[in-house]
């Protein structure tokens, strides 16, 4: 019914830049939330940068300064721009998107590794 897609994960050198994509699709009749989440080996699942399908951006206190999230020109297509990585940013990147209704859609996730 609605499928979320990521994009754009890779190995990258400490302070270096990448780019996610995500991509929601199907039964969608307006804007939604979107955001980011990252989930490193042995660690829970933390939110990186949310948008509200008013424009209005959270994110993460380890993240800001550094990543921005923001809309593309379709609808409920979003984009995280990734610089100085770290690290400590290797994960797997998520896409969520808020509803329609009380439920989340969830992408599959895209690895990002920050290594030399």
């Known amino acids: 019914q609605v499928q979320v897609v990521e994009s754009g994960g890779g190995l990258v050198q400490p302070g270096g830049s990448l780019r996610l994509s995500c991509v929601a699709s199907?039964?969608?009749?307006?804007?939604?939330?979107m955001g980011w989440y990252r989930q490193a080996p042995g660690k829970q699942r933390e939110l990186v940068a949310h948008?509200?399908?008013?424009?209005?951006?959270n994110y993460a206190d380890s993240v800001k300064g550094r990543f921005t999230i923001s809309r593309g020109n379709a609808k409920n297509t979003v984009y995280l721009q990734m610089t100085s990585l770290k690290p400590e940013d290797t994960a797997i990147y998520y896409c969520?998107?808020?509803?329609?209704?009380?439920?989340?859609?969830w992408g599959q996730g895209t690895q990002v590794t920050v290594s030399s």
């Open positions: 969520q998107l808020d509803g329609p209704g009380p439920r989340d859609y």
């Open positions: 199907g039964r969608l009749f307006g804007i939604y939330g």
């Open positions: 948008i509200t399908s008013g424009g209005n951006t």
